[in-house]
């Protein structure tokens, strides 16, 4: 009869209110009729009477003049808009007042859906500033960066890197490329500043004149920068960067004017710029080309290989990145003819064009989306876990809802009514998930910096709030429908509710269709935090190879003009081991390039006879080995002896003896390290090879490495120092700070810490986001077990009946109990299959993100997919054991007395 109830609904509502009643029974009757005549019978029924409902269900409802009761017509005219908002207003205030009367459920929903919206409303946020919200820039949309790659400079294995422009590249591509209005150049560097606070290191920017009016931004306060301030002989000048202004100088607009020293030379402040984001790094100060002293140096502009500026350009009106990209190529190609040295395309080197905000946000684009996709499984989770215990308290209401349904409350208002009240408590589930974002607001604004200079557009403005409340009404209409569209299919033709046993193993069919979807989803949650967590174990047990606990490392900020020659900084370095040596904590002082847990790096390629080789090159002091406590292999390390006037010695590590001298003798051996073709150093003998060590890191790959002496490098001056330490690290900051003015107060010393201090905080990105997930996965997998559990209690309390007489009939309290929960374990165990083939797709729409995050651990760990199907068997059997045990306990006299 239900699939004839559902044929009905052809005819026009008041039509099935006056005689919907009448018409089930005639069928009843003539289907009686026709099941003694056969299957043929039935099926001929069946047909006429569709096609006779159709026909003259859709000629009512074309009518629409009324319907004929006896001799007279009764007329239902069509309601006003005003009258339907009247009745859901009132269906509101019934739902309201009927969530009063049961404040328990309330919270637990409430508290339920204020997670999921919470962490979608603070992931969301993080998703729209920093990929979603337009660039604070004129025409954002025709702003473009220019990328030169050099696959086979960059890796042994093939993979890419970007390399900068030189002054010739930028000539070139600003005359040459049609689809481009406006380029401009920008590098960064890091220079000591010294003002009536005393020596700090700076992060600058040095930029063209025209950067500023390629993004159309105009000063806060003073100017920007002027074609004239490019001129090698303009007065130096220098604009504050927002944030710097603000800490540095208090907001301070007298700021202007005033003159700071850098360089060995003063400059004058003109502008401060307005808050937004910079590219591709945040800077303290812009500095124009000529205040460059490495960008001002006439050698450097004549040299068409010195590589290191970043390029932008504005496109030309109707241009597309594609067009600017095909225009660069075909530039290239007409250089490279020219000058295949300097323009080496041939072997691998090229152009490529990439939108500004594709560049801005390509490292963070992966993370926000994973997170923002594991944040929407929470909300399903939280949804599906509010429509289970929805469901429940529907069960429970049954009396109220026949008795609405007597008084004439057909299946829409009651369908209204409970999602009415789903909708209310998503609302104010979605106001304290207000509360929730914002509390992790800053928590995910200090995680974003780290991928992108868009961090500080996050914010909880109107559109991130608008998300929350279409999120908060979404939510609520999804977990109230359950309830009501289960109540409705289950409302008879007068509105009387179907018998209570029908409705208990309906309602526990669909909660337990609900925890398997819970489940599910919250193991491929677990699953993600479990490869998190284990990727945080592998790289924090990963040996380095060096000592970390009692190093440290500082840098020494010189400046370029004032120590522009090497032998002069290395005299100055030469008077800070001196002073550092008459402090008893301090043991021996080497200085490096590319030392420990640095970042920095350079790859130098290297002809051994016939062969050539390719590596990091690191320079460092004697005693650099001895104080890490590296282990050689072979040979030796450098001596004091090796210095600027000997033979030019180098230490390989295994890594490089391995790849490129397996089989031969190293010690004596005998290569020429060049920067590029044509850019070669005098020969180096190889003295000793010491045990690979990450340098880089622990969670970076070990590469082939060559270390020279520092003090045989013709150009090395040298800022980077390694201390050995006899005290705690961080008590002897001041002292060693100290020591070092002694020697020049104007010296800046920054990035002082310890090396084990320095790995802790090289972890610090992958055990926030193990916290995150790990978070995210508690209250998933917590919300999956109050499913289960849930389940487990409705199962027990629709079959007390059979649970008494089975008890009757001989059943041992512990046989119903593992009956019972064997079934929350099969519940579980669908849930777990299915949740697998959610993990496959996950992972696979997310690859780059799992690429980012995991270290030393597959997507598809077995030992993690196997421990978390354990753990939800774990949790299902000890979440349905109390209320089996409870119901299979009970007196079966009790329980048959009460039926």
Known sequence: ???????????????????????????????????????????????????????????????????????????????????????????????????LRSPGYCVAVVLTLALGIGANTALFSVAYGTLIRPLPFADADRLVRLVHEAPSAADPGGGLAREGFSVADLQAYAAGLPAVDDLAEFHAMSFTLIDSAGPH???????????????????????????????????????????????RFGGDPDVIGMRVRMNDHDHRVVGVLPARPWFPVERDLFLPVSACPTRSDPAFIADARARMMFAYARMAPGATVAEVGAGADSLLAALASADPETWPVDRGFDVRAVSLHDDMVAEVRPLAG??????????????????????????????????????????????????GEGVILALVGGALGVGVAVGGHDLLVG??????????????????????????????????????????????????????????????????????????????????????????????????????ASVARLTVAIDQDRWQHPDSARRLFDRIDERLALEPEVGRVARSMGGPLSGLMHRDGYLIGADTATALARLVDPGFFEILGMRVLEGRTFSHTDDLGAVPVAVVNRTFHDRYMKGRHLVGTRMTRCHAPGDCLPETTIVGVVDDVRFDGPDESVAAEVYHVARQDPVFGGEELVLELHGEPAALESTITARIHDVDPDLAVTGYASLEGLRRERLRPRRFLAWLLGAMAAVAAGLAVAGIAGVAALSASSRT?????????????????????????????????????????????????????????ERYDALTLVLTAMLFFAVAVAATWGPARRAARRDPREVLAEQ
Do not use: K
């Open 1 to 99: 009869m239900r699939l004839y109830r559902w044929l009905l609904r052809v005819y026009p509502a008041p039509f099935r209110h006056l005689y919907g009643a009448e018409l089930e029974a005639l069928f009843a009757r003539l289907l009686e009729r026709a099941r003694p005549e056969g299957r043929v019978a039935v099926a001929r029924l069946w047909g006429r009477t569709a096609i006779d409902t159709l026909r003259t269900g859709l000629r009512e409802r074309w009518s629409r003049r009324g319907y004929r009761v006896g001799r007279s017509r009764l007329r239902v005219p069509r309601r006003s808009v005003a009258s339907r908002l009247a009745d859901l207003a009132w269906d509101l205030r019934v739902g309201a007042r009927s969530l």
């Open 201 to 247: 290191r700076v992060r600058a920017g040095v930029v063209s004149a025209g950067f500023f009016d390629l993004l159309g931004t105009e000063a806060l306060h003073g100017r920007l920068l002027s074609p004239a301030d490019d001129a090698l002989e303009a007065e130096p000048v220098v604009v504050l960067s927002h944030r710097y202004w603000m800490d």
């Open 370 to 419: 994973a997170l923002f996709a594991v944040a929407g499984f929470l909300l399903l989770i939280a949804c599906a876990n509010a429509a289970g215990l929805s469901l429940a308290r529907a069960g429970r209401r049954l009396r109220e809802l026949e008795v609405r349904g007597a008084l004439g409350a057909g299946r829409a208002r009651l369908l209204r009514t409970l999602v």
């Open 447 to 548: 995680f974003a910096e780290r991928f992108t200079t868009r961090a500080q557009e996050i914010r909880l403005d109107g559109a991130v709030l608008a998300f929350t409340a279409v999120a908060s009404i979404a939510s609520g209409l999804v977990f109230g429908a359950v309830p009501g569209l289960w109540v409705a299919g289950r409302v008879g033709s007068r509105g009387v509710v179907e018998s209570s046993a029908t409705v208990g193993r309906g309602s526990r069919s669909l909660q337990q269709g609900l925890v398997v979807g819970q489940v599910a989803v919250a193991f491929a949650v677990v699953t993600a935090a479990g490869l998190a967590l284990r990727t945080v174990w592998a790289v924090s047990s990963t040996d380095l190879g060096f000592e970390t």
């Open 801 to 857: 009946r059979e649970l008494g007489i089975r008890r009757a009939l001989g059943a041992s309290p512990g046989a119903l109990t593992s009956r019972l929960v064997r079934e929350g374990v099969v519940v579980a165990g669908a849930g777990v299959a299915a949740g697998l083939l959610v993990t496959w797709a996950f992972s696979t729409t997310f690859a780059a993100f799992f690429e980012t995050i995991l270290w030393g651990v």
